[in-house]
Nanobody, 120 residues
Framework: QVQLVESGGGLVQAGGSLRLSCAAS????????MGWYRQAPGKQRESVAAITSSGSTNYADSVKGRFTISRDNAKNTVYLQMNSLNPADTAVYYC??????????????WGQGTQVTVSS
């Protein structure tokens, strides 16, 4: 009933930029916090950034000053602008969203993940 679809991953050289997008669709009444996580090979999934419906943001220390999270509430879409990428940013990036459905059920949904690879 609710889907999150990510796009924008790929291969980039160190120092480059990428912009990830994640669109939520389906039977949505409202979306609270939206966020981005990442999981590198052999490591646990970690939070990268989050944004509330009013636009308040939070970032992992490792990406502060390089990544910017934003959202378009009218499009139910969250973005992650990633600048000054380095090989340590290589991971599968997942978006998630805390969603109230039209049937008033509330769940946290995840996207399928998009690969970001930064070459040195």
């Amino acid at each position: 009933q609710v889907q999150l679809v990510e796009s924008g991953g790929g291969l980039v050289q160190a120092g480059g930029s990428l912009r990830l997008s994640c669109a939520a669709s389906g039977s949505i009444f409202s979306i609270n916090i939206m966020g981005w996580y990442r999981q590198a090979p052999g490591k646990q999934r970690e939070s990268v950034a989050a944004i509330t419906s009013s636009g308040s943001t939070n970032y992992a220390d490792s990406v502060k000053g390089r990544f910017t999270i934003s959202r378009d509430n009218a499009k139910n879409t969250v973005y992650l602008q990633m600048n000054s990428l380095n090989p340590a940013d290589t991971a599968v990036y997942y978006c998630n969203a805390d969603i109230f459905r039209r049937d008033l059920q509330r769940n946290v949904y995840w996207g399928q993940g998009t690969q970001v690879t930064v070459s040195s």
